[in-house]
């Protein structure tokens, strides 16, 4: 199987979505104004699809995935908007379902392995925790072991007893993925799970993602910078810039005929491994200050066909395909 | 005439209880007055300690550093203060690169006074004059670090570095902290730079990408050696060693990820294994899918293979 092409296929998603969510808003408390972190934001994910969520930073992808389970720390709130996962508004869940639901149905793999791990324990304890958490009556060392196995890693057996320091990070991903896994969730949340690693080493654990999601037929919702990445992987894709998806649809859609200008922007940004463009396009200017949002459209301050109507009104999504939506007022 | 020529240069750190590590293991490089050089490879490979060697901020244990037909290594006294005055590093963090406590127009002026490139009058101006050049304006000069986005910083990084009006200027890692919309800004910037000022450029990264889009030539490098240069449109299209063309396919590529939906492309097994571990033969070995067993026990040479490139590898690809 191979990482850089693997797509899931489509007769795998039908019916409702696994994931659905409306218009959610998160902010985080200041003195003055909140900061609106992310405004506004719908996106769904069917069962055992990939779908991913690209920008830049600041763009209010992080926080995003991390109001799926409700993991966004104080001061962020939910300021408003609804999380539909399996049924049920996660927004409106009571702690104890929301314990059950995560790392059991919603699982994560952060980009910093090192970080995500806790040095004083073992490999085996930490898989184990969830283990004895979700699926009680389980053994815990023939199952870390079959996990450890199942991820890749050599040497599994002696790997149990060691602790996170011992290991690369590349096998500190490993680890992480098969934490993530180890009670077989229905979404894998993925937030720049390769930033980190070596590119030889990233296109391992793309590969492993892809395999074990094709196994499973879990969904995979991932968070990335790298367009290549979202080439690669993603069935379908949306761009956020500023706590709003600006354009949305599949990932052929967006990659090779981008309607909106920051879309278009960013794809003009990235430096291609076989073109021989002698100048590549750059966005002038900078992400705006999420404190100082503009006006109108938040993107009209870098946009090259910024016009009266883009300053005042926000543009509300419009459709291009039925699979490929566009915030601008100007994508025609 | 190369203005810079490495030869068979070494690097060796001391570890505890009388152990070494060999950071760079005979590595021969040379750059051209006004080229532009890429070197790429992946963490710890010794890109940045290459670049540490030659700017006399690591000390090596063999080999030779020529710039300008005059040996590096021997330099001392005023002689190695007139070599930091025409070579000039750009860093890859520009925040951990600056003194929080100068401001941008102190920092820059000490630059100019230090290697005394115009009077204390002029300095002011010329501070404008730097940072104007590098897409800010005069008036931040009066601003400290921390008042600036991470590719303001760089271009602060890159205006520092332009102050001393160097010949020669490696950038480590220059981009790889930026966003992408900002990234492209800071590539086209040098490259503006680089193209008007006529400087030697080494370009380090592990993006091979970025290193493509920057430099006629590359080098590249993995465990302290240097596995293969030559043209980057050459090296790129036809890689002769196996670790260049297991690098070039693990790249996540826009194009190729469109248009070659079922190629067969495969991530190279295993990892980069740690330098002190002394591995006998070709440091590619253990994860090269075309291993024989002349490779583990005899270190390839640099041939000329195709194209002139040169590839470390008993059996390059044609």
């Known amino acids: 199987m191979n990482a850089q092409t693997y797509k899931a296929s489509a007769k795998n998603i ?53 109001s799926l389970a409700r993991l966004v720390p104080a001061p962020g709130y939910y300021a408003g908007g ?137 969904a995979v919702l991932l968070i990335t910078h790298n367009l290549g990445i979202v080439a690669g992987m993603a069935r379908r894709v949306s761009v956020m810039y500023a706590g709003r998806i600006v354009e949305n649809g599949l990932t052929e859609e967006i990659l090779t005929a981008p309607k909106h200008p920051y879309t278009r922007g960013l794809l003009a940004a990235v430096p291609r491994l076989y073109s021989a463009e002698k100048r590549m396009s750059s966005i002038p200017g900078t992400m705006p200050d999420p404190v100082s949002l503009p006006t109108g459209c938040k993107f009209h301050p870098r946009c090259p066909f910024a016009a009266e109507l883009c300053r005042q009104n926000e543009p509300a999504e419009q459709t291009v395909s039925e699979t490929h939506g566009v915030k601008c007022h100007y994508w025609k | 005439m190369s203005l810079l020529e490495i030869n068979n240069l070494r690097v060796d750190f001391q570890l505890p209880r009388g152990r070494k590590l060999r950071a760079l293991n005979g590595v021969s490089l040379a750059v051209a007055k006004a080229e532009s050089v890429g070197l790429v490879g992946e963490s710890g490979c010794g890109k940045s300690t290459l670049a540490g060697a030659v700017l006399r901020l690591v000390k090596p244990s063999g080999g030779t550093i020529f710039y300008a037909g005059a040996d590096v290594l021997q330099l001392r006294g005023g002689k190695l203060f007139e070599f930091h005055g025409k070579t000039q590093m750009i860093f890859q963090d520009p925040y951990g690169s600056l003194n929080p406590r100068l401001s941008v127009g102190s920092a820059l002026e000490e630059c100019l006074a230090v290697h005394n490139i115009c009077s204390r009058d002029e300095r002011q101006a010329r501070v404008g004059e730097l940072l ?45 902290a ?23 450029f080494l370009f380090i990264a592990h993006d091979l990408a970025v290193v493509r ?106």
């Not at chain 1, 004083?120 to 815990?140: K, M």
């Not at chain 1, 149990?160 to 490993?174: F, V």
């Not at chain 1, 009670?183 to 070596?198: F, I, N, Q, S, Y």
Request: net charge neutral.
């Open chain 2, 213 to 318: 889009y920057m430099c006629a030539r590359v080098y590249v490098m993995y465990l302290g050696e240097i596995m293969e240069a030559g043209a980057t449109d050459e090296v790129y299209s036809h890689p002769a060693h196996p670790y260049t063309r297991a690098l070039l396919d693990a790249v996540p590529d826009i194009d190729r990820a469109l248009a070659g939906r079922g190629s067969k492309r495969t991530a190279p097994e295993g990892e980069t294994p740690s330098l002190s571990a002394h591995l006998g033969g070709c440091p590619f070995h253990p994860r090269c899918p075309f291993v024989k067993s002349v490779c583990q026990e005899h270190a390839p040479e640099m041939k000329k293979v195709a194209g002139g490139r040169f590839s470390r590898c008993h059996f390059p690809a044609p």
């Open chain 1, 82 to 218: 609804e999380i539909w996962f399996n049924s049920a508004d996660t927004l409106k869940l009571g702690l104890d379902k929301l314990q059950k639901m995560r790392g059991a149905e919603i699982s994560y793999v952060f980009q910093e392995p090192s970080s995500s791990l806790n040095p004083v324990f073992t490999v085996e304890y930490q898989i184990g925790e969830a283990l004895r958490l979700h699926r009680r009556g389980v053994n815990v060392r023939e199952e870390t072991f079959r996990l450890l196995n199942m991820v890749g890693i050599a040497d599994a057996k002696n790997r149990l007893r060691s602790y996170p320091h011992e290991l690369s990070g590349g096998m500190q991903q490993r680890v992480m993925i098969a934490m993530a896994l180890a009670c077989r969730p229905k979404l894998l949340v993925a937030d720049e799970p390769t930033t980190a690693l070596d590119v030889t080493v990233q296109a391992q654990i793309l590969e492993l993602l892809a395999r074990l999601q094709h196994e499973f037929g879990m």
């Open chain 1, 14 to 66: 039908a019916g409702a979505p696994l994931l659905s969510v409306h218009n959610l808003r998160v902010y985080f408390r200041t003195r003055t104004e909140p900061i609106r972190a992310v405004d506004g934001v719908d996106f769904n994910v069917a069962n055992g699809e990939t779908v991913a969520i690209v920008g830049e930073s600041g763009s209010g992808k992080s926080v995003t995935a991390l």
């Open chain 2, 178 to 200: 930026l966003d992408v919309s900002i990234q492209a800004q800071i590539l086209n910037l040098l490259k503006e730079l680089q193209e008007k000022k006529k400087f030697s």
């Open chain 2, 132 to 176: 104007r050049s590098v897409g800010l304006e005069g008036r931040h000069a009066a601003r400290y670090p921390h008042e600036f986005s991470g590719g303001q910083r760089q271009r602060i990084g890159i205006a520092r570095a332009l102050a001393v009006n160097p010949e020669f200027i490696i950038a480590d890692e220059p981009v790889s």
